[in-house]
């Protein structure tokens, strides 16, 4: 039945008629927080490209985390900022049991804080170059890289991460994790691919929170992180992801590809998960300071978008903002 019978304004005229149809909701249950851990004691520290986010000592980032945990929050996700003479051509720090993304865990799990944790396996923060694998020539070499990962992965787990997150976007690394960690009996640490993972221009500002750029200008991730232009692509990837053992997929950047995110989800079922990366966040933040948006409203819509798209859940570094307004 058409016009006048069919008035879709109708429910839209109240706000208790608008709640009550409401498709979608957000919810602090969805939102995984990412930061920043860095050497020191009782140091907060600004990143410029990414306004009201910090990197933390150890010490400040228990009571971050701990403000995350009240908050009702259910994961953070670190990221480490490895002291420059920790960096090398094979990212050798990332399998040393006492670096500092080992060392921040077990504080936050002796802190007794109830918390899921979730780390990033990628080499990036680790090496002289800033790239997620290690070279062998010229390459990036897939299996070289691999073996790094996995021991990687393997000292993360045993640290305490509950959930490991492969990054780097070498083929066979979630089966070659799965397979070491089921070895190890480490059956219930889950593993959030990091499935469809673009080349994207919008990582700069994460690059500058972790240092990791320096040496970038060399060579781009092209030859591991996928073309923008491909969508089957993605679908193939978190296809293997999953055959390999993944629990849960991630598509990263987040809102420029929610085509990704809606496909991935009807497709498998999964949960499924979308990073709203640093330079989205940086560009409603900078757009926001200019005066030309209201950067609640615009974040709230944006992280609402992921949810309509499908998503079970999203990485925000506004997390604790949103989950205050919540
Ligand atoms: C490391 C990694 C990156 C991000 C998350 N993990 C950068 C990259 O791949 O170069 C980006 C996150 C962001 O931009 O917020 N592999």
């Not at 149809?21 to 919810?27: C, P």
């Not at 080992?102 to 090496?127: E, F, Q």
């Not at 055959?243 to 990263?252: H, S, T």
Request: charged residues 25%.
């Amino acid at each position: 039945m058409s016009f006048p019978y069919t008035r879709l304004r109708r429910t839209r005229m109240h706000d208790w008629s608008r709640r009550l149809t409401q498709e979608t909701r957000l919810s602090v249950s969805d939102l995984i927080w990412p930061t920043f851990v860095m050497e020191g004691n009782n140091v907060s520290q600004p990143i410029d490209s990414m306004p009201g986010v910090e990197r933390y000592s150890i010490d400040c980032l228990i009571k971050k985390v701990k403000q995350a945990e009240s908050l009702g929050i259910p994961m953070v996700a670190l990221f480490p900022v490895t002291p420059t003479e920790l960096k090398t051509d094979d990212g050798n720090e990332a399998v040393n049991p006492d670096n500092l993304m080992c060392r921040a865990v077990k504080a936050i799990k002796d802190a007794g804080i109830n918390i899921g944790m979730m780390c990033d396996v990628a080499l990036d923060p680790y090496t002289t170059h800033g790239h997620d694998g290690v070279f062998v020539g010229d390459e990036i070499d897939n299996d070289a890289s691999v073996d790094v990962l996995v021991q990687s992965a393997l000292n993360l787990a045993n640290a305490g991460y509950d959930v490991i997150a492969p990054s780097d976007m070498m083929d066979g690394r979630v089966g070659a994790i799965r397979e070491t960690l089921e070895g190890e009996g480490l059956v219930n640490t889950l593993i959030m691919s990091y499935a469809a993972k673009y080349a994207s221009n919008f990582y700069g500002p994460f690059r500058d929170a972790v240092d990791s750029k320096s040496n970038l200008a060399k060579k781009d991730k092209k030859s591991y992180q996928m073309d923008f232009a491909n969508s089957d692509e993605a679908l193939r990837e978190v296809e293997l992801d999953i055959e390999e053992g993944a629990d849960m997929i991630m598509v990263k950047p987040g809102m420029p590809y929610l085509d990704i995110v809606h496909r991935v989800k009807e497709t498998f079922n999964m949960p499924t998960f979308a990073y709203q990366v640093s330079g989205e966040y940086a560009m409603i933040k900078a757009a926001a300071e200019k005066g030309w948006l209201d950067e609640q409203a615009a974040m709230f819509e944006a992280l609402m978008a992921f949810k309509r798209a499908g998503c079970d859940g999203i990485l925000t570094y506004a997390a604790l903002d949103i989950a205050e307004r919540l």
